[in-house]
């Protein structure tokens, strides 16, 4: 994670790259995790959050003088927000089983 911050203060002029290499890594361990079908409704769940937040920011930046008043930045904190919440989520309940089923003799 500190490498993710340092990255982002290094190039925050960029904030695509670090929000395009945030998703990657993200979907990267979102698809690591999938082992059921449970688990596949949190990874929606995550692109859809990931998704919605992503074009919010992006209409933002570049409609920001129309859409001003519809607060589209505070909107892609909170889904983003959500969407590594979800993936975060569907990462402990991956751990959970592994080790729940490693006790099970």
């Known amino acids: 994670i500190l ?14 790259i670090f929000f395009i290499s945030i998703v990657c890594v993200n979907v990267y361990l979102s698809m690591h995790a ?21 074009g919010c920011w992006i209409i933002d ?10 607060y589209l930045h505070a909107w892609w904190h909170v889904f983003t927000s959500l969407g590594l919440f979800s993936a975060m989520y569907g990462l402990y ?3 959970y089983k592994k080790i729940k089923d490693e006790k099970t003799p």
């Open 93 to 95: 309940r991956s751990d």
């Open 3 to 16: 490498c993710i911050v340092l990255f982002y203060l290094s190039f925050y002029k960029y904030f695509i």
């Open 61 to 70: 930046k570049f409609f920001c003088d129309y859409v001003q008043h519809y």
């Open 34 to 54: 999938l082992k059921s079908a449970q688990d596949l409704v949190v990874y929606k769940l995550y692109i859809f959050f990931f998704a919605v937040g992503g």
